[in-house]
């Protein structure tokens, strides 16, 4: 009833290709962008900020990066946290070795070494398809972690590896409290999701579909593979080498190499499957479920009677739960959340009738 | 066309001499024929005759040991698949080789591919040449889906679709390309009568309407010598038969081939 | 040139170890058609079960069979709950969720048995012997002779047994096989059970060398570059890879690593496996995939 399209015709093509037709969609994601840029600083504390909201909008961003390569491009990629980590050293040592490098270009930057290493780890895909193109996302992965700790000059030279993250501001307007932290995150997530909304409705966007889902007939129709696929490994890797640098200066406050090992990228493989492959909104609904998700079952686990779970059970607990989450998932709802939602909002097209 | 006609312009596609063999197991032999621009032609042979391998040659698919291809005047031997759809050539498969996880309408406009000439950063930032391009190919897939009745399915996600709409999705995205050579292997496999008689006059309307030059391989006798005007016979990869259908049907090897001889 | 020797033997009985954690990825490969991420945490499993019940007054032998018996209930319940549900999806949706199975499992093992790292003894001195001039570890010798008699014994079932034949049919054709009246259950049990007790032997003997924790599932992940070189779906391939890992793996931890810098085993054996990729994309043992259009 309050969902319908009746009445809401598109006239031209350019209407048809909007994403989203209805009219109520468009005013509740305006609606949405302003909560996020205005109600929220107003309404949050720094706990929220910090612990929540940050690493939610860095994590949607690095699983959007990860789903463009595998969702959507159909390679699959276990090395995501090493391009993160790329990123986030190639943008601190722009900062640092560049001298009034603006901060967003300095992230830019990063992002394109993080490109150009995936791109190089993403070259074998041209010989090798489907699960064998694991080991080389893998080989990225260890060989990153090591390289980035072995030679300090990444690090500057600092004696523990550990670096803390530069002082942010842009144009002149410090943004290191977490308000402003938060807007900066928000900003440039915002930003990269419509670039990247665009990019997967366009030509690019179905030619990887179709590398995807049958790559030798994408052949026959005149797709260049070699081109196609390298874009899908240069573009993910941009996306992820700017979350990692998000990471490392807006959430973390620290750039080391520890936080982007094996597990980060098992992370936010998760993430897509849960929120979706293929898919943008999906991004979001796995991020929000990955930081969500210990929260909610430490304050579940506190209703029950003091001591019957100890506190150091609590890892194991959560680690058993995911896992069994995932088998579930992929057991029931193999396109994730986002297909959740989707049926939902089918099902309210027609309410309060049924079909 | 007349028969006269065609032979005295140049054909559009000449094989010569064509072998293919997979580790040792001869595919194909000695395959010469011609296909003139504008004809109808038609591959037929009993089940392993070397149809669908003769037809992955001439796109580039597979590559041929022996002989040499020859299409629109250049000759070539080898040749991979993309650089034979910038030439102009089009295919359907046998087992429907279609982009499931994508909708009709964006499996057309993946056909339309070639067509485009915006950058992918100009898409991705909407500027430019992005947004008019878009209309264009919109367009063009739109006549195509119209052309072959697939209005309804649009936005239906092809592996959806039952299997006869899905082998004309194919068909359509083939067409959208515009190609000069159309190759459709076993178009009408599974379909009942009605389905067939429907997509013999989808093909032969993209034949006399957009001027195509189909090459098709199919099993059902009555659809070839109904539609075709140029017929080859191939036999354990050996052709047997080549000409008008009426001159082929009447050909005792061919007979041999399809009903046996006594012995 | 002895310490060259030295060194290479080192890699390959290493190696020999790779092989047989790899043989219990294959057998699983060949029956079930899915590369079991959760392998490494399976055998991670089996070796804390075994040692935990030796801390605790268990003798040898039956904390063997126990760890063994739980292990072919652990795959009986991955059969049931994990893979049937899953039968006919892509291989990749397989993989990921042995990945979440790996979670499931780790995390009920350090629940279960705890975080801390646990010394395992097998009895066997880890004191040099001498052999033509060189130092060779005894335990690695006693390691690779164990992992060549399990070897030879799985050849054997595979290839002389009734049930071997069946377990061949199941790799080749499941429905066929099914059509032939083999019972698929009792084969796909069956050959979990055996990848259990290789995943356990594989445990134990990693376990003694190690010391029982987490680590040793990424020990397990090394098997991916084996099965890599050796084909996914071959014993031999299995042990041929594992050798090839091994013995370049200590080789270039010694001669490159001084140059390079320390740690090189962490990322070696993966290029060393995306190289090999690039030239033979099907493993050296494995079958080229012919795509039908």
């Known amino acids: 009833m309050f969902y319908q399209e009746a009445g809401q015709f598109s006239t031209r093509y350019a209407q048809d290709r909007r994403v989203f037709r209805l009219r109520q969609d468009r005013y509740g994601l305006v609606a949405l962008l302003l909560l996020a840029f205005v109600g929220v600083p107003y309404l949050g504390n720094d706990y929220w900020f910090s612990a929540i909201l940050i690493p939610f909008l860095v994590l949607s961003l690095a699983g959007l990066g990860l789903n463009l390569l595998t969702g959507y491009a159909g390679q699959l990629s276990l090395g995501s946290a090493a391009f993160m980590a790329v990123g986030a050293f190639a943008t601190y040592n722009v900062e640092l070795r560049v001298p009034g490098s603006p901060l967003l270009l300095s992230m830019a930057l990063g992002g394109g070494v993080a490109a150009l290493v995936a791109v190089l780890f993403g070259l074998p895909s041209l010989r090798i398809k489907g699960f064998y193109l694991l080991v080389s996302t893998l080989a990225a992965q260890f060989f990153v972690t090591w390289a980035l700790t072995r030679f300090s000059w990444f690090s500057n030279n600092s004696a523990s590896g550990v670096i803390s993250a530069p002082r942010l501001e842009i144009l002149g307007v410090d943004l290191n409290s977490p308000v402003g932290r938060y807007l900066l995150t928000l900003g440039v997530v915002v930003s990269l999701f419509w670039l990247g909304q665009n990019l997967v409705r366009s030509e690019l966007g179905r030619n990887w579909r179709a590398v995807r889902d049958m790559d030798t007939a994408a052949a026959v129709m005149g797709i260049a593979l070699l081109k196609t696929k390298l874009l899908a490994f240069a573009i993910s890797g941009f996306y992820l080498g700017v979350a990692g640098a998000l990471w490392a200066f807006t959430y973390l406050g620290t750039v080391e190499p520890h936080g982007f090992d094996l597990n980060r990228s098992f992370q936010i493989l998760f993430i897509i499957i849960i929120g979706g492959l293929g898919s943008i909104l999906g991004n979001f609904l796995g991020a929000a479920f990955i930081v969500l998700f210990p929260v909610l079952l430490s304050n579940l686990v506190a209703m029950f009677p003091a001591g019957l779970i100890e506190a150091g059970q609590m890892e194991n607990l959560q680690k058993m739960a995911f896992g069994a989450l995932i088998i579930v998932f992929l057991v029931k709802e193999p396109e994730g959340l986002a297909r959740l939602w989707k049926t939902f909002r089918e099902q309210a097209r027609v309410w309060p009738l049924r079909y | ?263 | 040139m002895e310490f060259f020797f030295e060194v290479l033997i080192g890699g390959l009985l290493a190696g020999v170890m790779y092989a047989l954690v790899a043989i219990g990825f294959v057998l699983i490969y060949k029956a079930s058609g899915v590369f079991n991420f959760a392998q490494g945490a399976m055998v991670l499993f089996s070796a804390l079960t075994f040692v935990s019940l030796l801390e605790r007054g268990v003798p040898f032998w039956l904390a063997f069979a126990i760890s063994l018996a739980a292990m072919v209930l652990l795959a009986v319940a991955v059969e049931r709950v994990v893979l049937r549900p899953l039968v006919n999806r892509p291989p990749i949706t397989l993989f990921m969720a042995t990945l979440g199975l790996s979670y499931v499992i780790e995390g009920f093992a350090q629940a279960l048995w705890g975080a801390q790292v646990h010394g395992l003894e097998l009895g066997i001195s880890d004191e040099p012997l001498e052999l033509g001039g060189m130092l060779l570890s005894q335990f690695d010798i006693f390691a690779a002779v164990t992992a060549a008699v399990l070897v030879l014994a799985l050849s054997l079932l595979f290839n002389k047994t009734r049930i071997g034949l069946s377990l061949r049919a199941v790799a080749d054709d499941p429905l066929a096989a099914l059509a032939v009246g083999i019972r698929l259950q009792r084969v796909w049990v069956l050959v979990w059970a055996v990848a259990g007790f290789v995943g356990l032997v594989a445990g134990l003997l990693w376990g003694a060398r190690l010391g029982v924790q987490f680590s040793l599932s990424l020990v397990v992940l090394k098997a991916l570059p084996v099965l890599i070189i050796g084909g996914f779906t071959s014993i031999s391939g299995a042990i041929v890879g594992g050798l090839i890992i091994g013995a370049s793996e200590k080789l270039a931890e010694v001669y490159l690593g001084p140059v390079i810098g320390g740690g090189i085993e962490n990322w070696f054996p993966y290029v060393l496996a995306l190289l090999f990729l690039l030239v033979r994309p099907a493993g050296l043992f494995g079958e080229r995939a012919i795509e039908r259009v």
């Open chain 2, 1 to 263: 066309m007349t028969q006269t006609q065609a032979t005295q312009v140049e054909p559009l596609l000449v094989l010569d001499n064509i072998g293919v063999s997979f580790k040792g197991v001869k595919a194909v032999t000695d395959i010469s024929f011609a296909v003139a621009t504008g004809e109808i032609c038609a591959l037929i042979g009993p089940n392993g005759a070397g149809k669908s391998s003769l037809l992955n040659v001439i796109n580039g698919v597979y590559q041929a040991q022996q002989g040499r291809i020859r299409f629109a005047g250049q000759e070539h031997r080898r040749m991979r698949p993309q650089e034979m759809a910038v030439r102009g050539i089009a295919r359907t498969f046998q087992n429907i080789a279609l982009f499931k996880g994508m909708s009709v309408l964006d499996n057309v406009l993946t056909g339309r591919t070639l067509k485009r000439h915006s950058s992918w950063i100009e898409q991705a930032l909407r500027i430019g040449r992005a947004g008019g391009e878009d209309d264009r190919q919109r367009e063009a897939a739109e006549r195509v889906i119209d052309f072959l009745h697939l209005q309804p399915w649009r936005d239906t996600l092809v592996g959806k679709l039952p299997y006869g709409l899905q082998k004309r999705v194919e068909l359509a995205r083939a067409l959208a390309a515009e190609p000069r050579l159309l190759l459709l292997d076993e178009p009408m496999a599974g379909m009942n009568a009605e389905e067939k008689q429907q997509m013999s006059r989808f093909i032969v309307d993209i034949n006399r309407e957009l001027g195509t030059t189909v090459v098709l391989i199919e099993h059902d006798i009555g659809v070839v010598m109904g539609i075709s005007d140029h017929v080859v016979v191939l036999d354990y990869g050996r052709k047997i038969g080549d000409g008008p259908p009426d001159e082929v049907r009447q050909n005792p090897e061919v007979i041999a081939a399809y009903l046996g001889t006594r012995h």
